[in-house]
């Protein structure tokens, strides 16, 4: 210390030199990862299995999901193939891109894909509709539909049940008001021809690759504008028929970033000044302000140093450690000043004060340091590589900023000579608090131990949430539209996949995984090479040789069509309607239709051709598909297009499986119930749910490590510096009521733990152990002025600026990161209690027993 004072200047320049290079070497060396992936460490099994299956399926990672949807499948099914094409063709911004829903296969092949009883029904009801679609295929335009339109008129007069109808014919008559009102908008005939297929989900998917710059901070930015703006061209999304959404591994890591960053620039600016406002009450003057905050960015710059040169690249969790750092290492300026003022006050000389408040406080700055890096570097050795990294770089920041304040702090001093302290420095009503402590010790012990039940009681109410989604924004793009698919199991992205060795044992598997009441549907290889082929072959052949008048009427060129030639077929079909009005039910769809055909009577002919071609627009289309459907061939491994066999068959024979979960899977719980039986058919699953469950119980499983790491490290430093069991255990008794306080907060607050915010718990520990220690430690010096000191003046303020760093996390647009700061604000009003209100009761306690004792002897 005396050479500090001796060569200060030279001290302050050779740490302003050492920063400087330290900064300039992380601006050019330190990178951030923002792949969520790379938070665990690959050496874990399921981490392994997540590898291997990217390996396998590489077209399902690092993707841009385009979810596409329109107020019709054709349009849908247009604007996807218009998306997937353009994305394709620009090379600038992704490498590929694929529409799966859009491959020829399942036009020519898709009907072989239902199960059987589903075909049959189908078929059934194309056949029985043949006259409709044979006046149709004659003539497809809004003069032909309205004929037809009439033979089912005619089919309600013979006694014909059209109730099936009902939801096909609802859109007609939806389709028709609008063309009445002059508006006209499309009709879904694939909605009305394939009536009665089974329900799909209402989006189709395009899967693009991006082209990543890993020089950014949001790797998949520019492609994801990209593709924006393409959507935005697509005629259907220009005339609000569509809509493009995305999501996906990439914009959903972009979008995490930017989330931390939300908000971050306000809460920061906010926490600088109340951080500033907080040492101006503790210290009261700017020549022991300022030198606190020099200090305090020199050890951050150094730390972010340290980062720079051991751990190289930053997480989206480790770069909460600034934010960390500032909010304990401001503690031991604050200790170091407080402690001058108060010696200064009896002792002017900076000579002497100086070097005495160092050895005041020294120690107990340097047991605090070593206690709350204890608490980070219990995460090093676990397999959470995330909070690893933060408890390396914080860790070690603890160690920077104790030299920091021990060097830098004492040499700027020197320079900037400080004015003796006029006055005592204390905490305001701390005497009255004392002496209520004092009187009441054991009643309040009793009280705080009643507080620490009930926290241990709340301890597995708190809960843990496995979802990793609930810890990002849910505002931004990506998240509404996973939110969205999240509501359909057909699309819900937290499914489980097997590998079986080949089709038959796939099917098998697939079978077994239906079952399961968890599980909503089974996909699998053997879905595209369906069963019972001969049979569904027999049925779409028997269906084509009926339906071959119409599909060759279908291949013929269309007659042309007139304005009056579609009023006069409409006025007819509308008498048709009429004619049977009183056999039907009075919400029947065709009523609504004859009300819409006579007000389109007085249409002009513009909006009559207006209305046709919306009416037909994708007639022709689907009379084409129909045909093509009815012509399937047999399906082998042998025969499926490419596009199709890589997403479930791989080179050596092996076929996926995926079992999507059902409703009931939504949340943790049920996540776990889905996940537990899936893995009890099939042992090796992976996939994004396996996952997600294996991600929860690594993160316990550091949570744990940590926890007995830090305990036993801090226990062991306070058996070293103190020597003593009963100071030790009466440390760690108010460790442990912090943290039984802290979980019940959380349980009042609603508060879950998750994989961001779980780094509180832990580095409780430490913050605890530093503010506990400084009344610990006077009290074996033989002060028994515990609140009415400077010590808890410089706690208090201590406190209130590392409560105001963590608060400003509370700010980010994150959610993981926002519960973070919550939890460590609960955490340090835990620690506020135990270290103010039930050590200084313990310590009074003690201190009568000792009197006590003494007396007896």
């Known amino acids: 210390m005396s050479a500090v004072r001796r060569h200060a200047l030279l001290v302050v320049l050779g740490y302003l030199l050492l920063a400087g290079l330290g900064g300039w070497y992380s601006a050019t060396h330190l990178g951030l990862d923002t792949d969520t992936d790379n938070l665990f460490a690959r050496s874990l099994p399921w981490r392994q299995a997540d590898i291997e299956e990217a390996k396998n399926f590489p077209q399902f990672d690092k993707l841009i999901v385009a979810v596409v949807r329109a107020k ?82 005619q089919g309600v007069q013979a006694g014909t049940d059209i109730s099936p109808y009902n939801g096909a014919l609802a859109g007609v008559e939806r389709n028709l008001q609008a063309a009445a009102a002059g508006q006209p908008v499309p009709l879904s005939w694939q909605a009305l021809i394939m009536h009665g297929t089974p329900a799909q989900s209402d989006a189709e998917f395009v899967l693009a690759h991006p ?22 061209s697509l005629p259907d999304v220009k005339a609000g028929r569509a809509t493009v959404d995305y999501t996906g591994q990439i914009p959903l890591s972009d979008e995490q970033f930017a989330s931390l960053t939300k908000g971050m620039l306000l809460g920061g600016i906010i926490s600088v000044a109340l951080i500033t406002l907080w040492l101006y009450l503790a210290l009261r003057q700017w020549k022991l302000i300022v030198p606190v905050l020099l200090t305090l960015l020199l050890g951050l710059v150094l730390t972010i140093s340290f980062a720079a040169v051991f751990v190289r690249v930053m997480n989206l969790i480790s770069v909460a450690f600034a934010i ?59 397999d959470f590589v995330g909070v ?87 505002n931004t793009e990506s998240m509404r539209t996973i939110h969205r698919l999240l509501a359909d ?72 069509v007139t304005a009056d030639d579609i009023r006069a077929a409409a006025a007819k079909t509308h008498d048709a309607i009429m004619g049977v009005a009183a056999k039907l039910p009075k919400d029947s769809p065709l009523l609504g239709i004859a009300a819409a ?132 255990a009466l440390v760690l008794a108010t460790l442990a009521l912090s943290a039984l306080l802290t979980a019940l907060f959380a349980w009042v607050a609603g508060l879950h733990i998750n994989y961001a915010n779980i780094i509180a718990l832990p580095l409780l520990q430490g913050v605890g152990v530093s503010f506990n220690v ?40 994150d959610r993981g990161t926002a519960s973070m700061g919550e939890l460590l604000l609960l955490s340090l009003l835990a620690v506020l209690i135990a270290t103010f209100v039930f050590l200084p009761a313990m310590l009074y306690v003690l201190e009568e027993d000792a009197g006590e004792n003494a007396g007896e002897t």
């Open 489 to 560: 199991p057909a699309t819900n992205p937290f499914y489980a996949d097997a590998l079986a060795p080949n089709l038959d044992a796939a099917r098998a598997l697939a079978k077994r995984l239906g079952a399961l009441p968890e599980v909503a549907q089974v996909l699998s290889g053997g879905t595209f090479v369906p069963e019972d082929q001969d049979a569904k072959l027999a049925m779409l052949a028997q269906a084509q040789t009926i339906l071959a008048p119409t599909l060759l009427a279908a291949a013929s060129p269309p007659q042309a």
């Open 388 to 474: 690893a990294e933060l408890g390396e770089i914080a860790g070690a920041g603890m160690f920077i900023a104790f030299f920091c304040t021990i060097t830098f702090l004492p040499a700027l001093l020197r320079l900037l000579r400080p004015p003796a302290e006029p006055a005592s420095v204390w905490l305001p009503g701390g005497a009255v608090m004392d002496q209520i402590l004092l009187q009441r010790r054991r009643v309040v012990v009793a009280l705080c131990l009643l507080a620490g039940l009930a926290g241990g009681f709340a301890i597995p109410l708190v809960g843990f949430d496995a979802n990793p989604l609930d810890t990002k924004d849910p």
């Open 597 to 728: 055909l006579g007000e389109l009577q007085g249409a002009s002919d513009a909006r009559v051709m207006a209305m046709n071609a919306a009416l037909t627009r994708f007639l022709p289309l689907e009379l084409t598909r129909l045909g093509q459907s009815l012509s399937a061939q047999p399906i082998t491994e042998r025969t499926l297009p490419p596009e199709i066999a890589r997403d479930w068959f791989l080179p050596d024979g092996r076929v996926r499986v995926e079992a999507l979960p059902s409703a009931a899977a939504q949340t943790t719980k049920g996540l776990k119930r889905f996940v537990k039986a899936v893995q009890a058919i099939a042992p090796n699953a992976g996939g994004p749910a396996i996952s997600t469950m294996a991600t929860a119980a690594t993160i316990l499983g550091a949570f744990r490590t940590a926890a007995l790491l830090a305990f036993a490290a801090i226990a062991f430093i306070l058996i070293v510096v103190f020597r003593n069991i009963r100071d030790t």
């Open 774 to 813: 400084y009344f610990v430690m006077n009290f074996r010096a033989g002060i028994r002025r515990f609140l009415n000191s400077s010590t808890a003046h410089a706690v208090l303020f201590s406190a209130l600026t590392t409560g105001t760093a963590f608060g400003s996390l509370a700010f980010s647009g």
């Open 324 to 382: 960390l750092f500032i909010g304990l290492a401001v503690d031991f300026g604050i200790q170091y000043c407080v402690r001058l003022r108060d010696i200064r006050h009896n002792t002017p000389d900076p000579d002497i004060a100086v070097p005495e408040t160092a050895r005041q406080a020294g120690a107990q700055i340097a047991l605090a340091a070593a206690a709350t890096a204890c608490g980070f570097f219990a995460f090093a050795p676990t």
């Open 72 to 153: 019709t499948p054709e349009e849908a099914t247009e604007t996807a193939a218009a998306l997937n094409a353009a994305l394709n063709a620009d090379k600038t911004n992704f490498i590929d891109s694929s529409y799966p829903g859009g491959s020829d296969f399942f036009a020519r092949e898709g009907l072989l894909l239902l199960p059987t009883p589903d075909l049959a029904s189908l078929l059934g009801a194309i056949v029985s509709a043949q006259p409709f679609l044979g006046q149709l295929a004659a003539d497809p335009s809004a003069r032909g539909l309205f004929t037809g339109l009439g033979l089912i008129a």
């Open 211 to 232: 082209r990543l710059d890993q020089g950014s901070l949001q790797p998949g930015g520019v492609a994801t504008a990209a593709l924006v703006k393409i959507a935005s």
